[in-house]
């Protein structure tokens, strides 16, 4: 039998490869203009780089893909793209240079989740962390960056989500009163949040059985618990997303999914019924003490990731990316037989950036212009005996219909010039 992929994971190729290419490109255009450098870390680290003592998320005690290697070593394929970032920002030092450090990345990211639509155990994210201060005006500028990258996309039908997690005096004692007030409960919670409330209650408000229960909607609010440093942050937070005409709507059961949080998360949703149940289509937050318990300086970083598969279906569904350029510049109709003018035709245009294609079947005109056509080709280029004896070619502009014969020596200025008119 063929070999399949593995459950969960897929290959990406043709147009669909071509709008990553789009999305990925649009992005460190992004990164660009907000003054983010691009970094590559690698795909598998050491495990401890994601696994921290206690950590509650599913993500970490259930869903990473981990192994070992000379029954010593235990490595994880990574299932986000934050914690290998400040591995690097400590093991490189560059908490010695300019601070916050502003880092961009696009990569593989593996969970062994359940996969459905919008869900993969292989998937892609684009995401950004800036690592080394905390200013609310950072906080703002983060979530501006993915809210108008989102925008530019032209996906329309987006809500943003915001909350705070307070600083780490606010959360112990919102924990602390949340453990309180759950303790009562403890038999009505299911396995595995009977065994949260120990050790993070937090993670029962974002449980997918449980945060259903009325008591646990009744509990008491992170927000109600936060001190004064905490909540004039986010006010301010708020204020310059105002002043930025981002939109957003105070969530206050937002806690997401991670343990690393502190002070600032966020989300943004789809609100676009193909979305369904997967309609987070970024998310991220403020991390107060992850470069401190990774063995770095006690430095908070602040960053997103969006999920690049999501945005491509929501994309797909809206009807944007189909409106991307698809086709090819030239179609090279060949009606030589053993003969290599066709060649030296293709060679001159890929050489001068045009794409072009030709046929590879010695087929009939009408059956190399259906071909042409099928690939999208702006210009049709024809050689047959005539043009090889006259080192010329026959082009046919597709907008206009127009046909002319000339030199070879002058095709690209023909192709150039007519470019050149469409663009103005
Ligand atoms: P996350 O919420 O776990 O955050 O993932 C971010 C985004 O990745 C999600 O909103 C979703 O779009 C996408 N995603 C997650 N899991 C899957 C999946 N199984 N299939 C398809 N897409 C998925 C993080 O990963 C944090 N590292 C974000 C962050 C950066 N926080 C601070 N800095």
Not at 103 to 120: D, N, S, V
Request: proline share 3%; net charge negative; aromatic share 10%.
């Amino acid at each position: 039998m063929a070999y399949q992929t593995i459950k969960g994971m897929y290959d990406i190729y043709g147009d669909k490869y071509r709008y990553f290419e789009d999305i990925d490109t649009l992005f460190k255009h992004f990164a660009d203009l907000y003054g983010y450098r691009m970094i590559k870390t690698p795909i598998l680290e050491y495990t401890g780089v994601f696994k921290k003592d206690n950590d509650t998320s599913d993500m970490v005690t259930k869903e990473m893909y981990t192994f070992t290697m000379n029954g010593s070593d235990y490595l994880t394929l990574r299932p986000e793209g934050t914690a290998g970032v400040v591995r690097s920002f400590i093991q490189n030092k560059m908490y010695g240079g300019e601070l916050p450090v502003k880092l961009a990345y696009i990569g593989e990211m593996f969970r062994h989740e359940r996969p459905q639509k919008g869900r993969q155990r292989q998937f892609n994210q684009l995401g950004i962390e800036n690592i080394g201060h905390k200013d609310p005006l950072i906080d703002a500028e983060v979530i501006a960056f993915g809210y108008f990258f989102i925008k530019t996309i032209g996906l329309s039908s987006i809500k943003v989500c915001l909350n705070s997690l307070g600083d780490n005096e606010s959360r112990q004692n919102y924990l602390q009163a949340l453990k309180e007030y759950l303790q009562p409960y403890s038999q009505e919670l299911c396995h595995d949040c009977q065994e949260r409330l120990a050790k993070n209650p937090l993670r029962i408000l974002d449980c997918k059985i449980d945060s259903q229960r009325d008591f646990v909607k009744d509990a008491p609010k992170m927000i109600d618990y936060l001190n004064e440093a905490s909540r004039n942050y986010f006010i301010k937070v708020q204020q310059y997303l105002t002043a930025l005409n981002i939109p957003f709507e105070i969530d206050e059961n937002l806690v997401r999914g991670l343990d690393y949080y502190t002070d600032t998360v966020f989300e943004v949703k789809s609100t676009h019924e193909e979305s369904g149940a997967q309609s987070t289509i970024f998310g991220g937050g403020r991390y107060d003490n992850l470069v401190k318990e990774m063995g770095g300086p006690d430095l908070s970083g602040i960053g997103f990731a969006i999920g690049e598969e999501r945005l491509v279906i929501l994309a797909q569904a809206e009807g944007i990316l189909q409106e991307l350029k698809p086709g090819i510049d030239c179609y090279v109709i060949n009606m030589l037989d053993d003969d290599p003018y066709a060649l030296e035709v293709l060679n001159i245009l890929r050489a001068n950036s045009y794409s072009a294609e030709t046929d590879y079947y010695h087929r009939s005109m009408k059956a190399q212009f259906k071909s042409a056509d099928r690939k999208g080709a702006r210009f049709i280029v024809i050689v047959g005996e005539d043009e090889k004896k006259t080192a010329t070619v026959t082009v046919k502009d597709t907008l206009n219909k127009n046909q002319i014969s000339i030199a070879l020596s002058a095709l690209i200025d023909h192709i150039d010039e007519m470019m050149g008119e469409e663009d103005e």
